[in-house]
């Protein structure tokens, strides 16, 4: 109460009440209210500035491994709460993070519904960077000699397992940083795992 009692901008463009726990904004052209005036354009979208990825493959004797990353650098998205509350859970961050009483915290904003903030939509608190690294393939295979498969009567046999989406490396935990949608209405990419063989005659 002591923040809201000592604050000097006038937020009636917005809402009609502060509350404990409500996101501070700032303003952009200094005319000491908070308006759609002080909105600034970002040089930023959900479309990465570079997209890219590097493989490499090794063998040795019988044995072969490839090995695939992919990665994208200057994107963001913003993430939703706008489903959060009466009509949806709250994301896990933000629910366990979130200001109180007893957690007066500076970072997070109190929970909010759609009918009791003003700041849930779009300010730059909610945008997140997609910049990631992903482990997006490995394959590990093993090929039976040509001298053991004329011995046993087969042109080929081939034993391989691979693996996709093993790893991400990104500051986006939350949310895939490959998904389009706000609101985290996607469905996830799946972590796969293979096992086969290759059997020829």
């Known amino acids: 109460m002591d ?12 809402t009609k009440t502060l509350r404990p726990g409500d996101m501070k904004y700032k303003d952009h052209n200094g005319d000491g209210k908070i308006t759609p005036d ?5 040089d930023k979208n959900s479309d990465p500035t570079f997209q890219g990825g590097f493989n490499f493959s090794l063998s040795y004797k019988d044995f072969d491994l490839s090995v695939l990353f992919q990665g994208a650098t200057g994107g963001e998205i913003r993430v939703g709460t706008d489903e959060s509350g009466s009509i949806g859970n709250f994301l896990e961050e933000f629910y366990d993070k979130r200001w109180s009483i007893t957690n007066p915290s500076s970072e997070y904003p109190r929970l909010t519904d759609r009918s009791n903030q003003y700041y849930s939509y779009n300010n730059t608190y909610w945008m997140r960077s997609t910049d990631y690294l992903r482990l997006k393939n490995v394959e590990l295979g093993y090929n ?24 991400t490396w990104s500051k986006l935990k939350m949310y895939d940083p490959e998904a389009v949608n706000a609101l985290g209405q996607y469905y996830p990419q799946a972590r796969l795992l293979n096992a086969g063989v290759l059997l020829s005659f």
Request: glycine letters at 8%; a positive charge; proline letters at 2%.
């Open 38 to 42: 002080d909105k600034v354009r970002r």
């Open 3 to 14: 923040d809201i009692a000592a604050n000097k901008l006038d937020y009636s463009a917005i």
């Open 144 to 167: 039976l000699p040509s001298t053991i498969c004329d011995k046993i009567g087969i042109g080929s046999l081939r034993v391989y397992a691979n693996g996709m989406n093993l790893v």
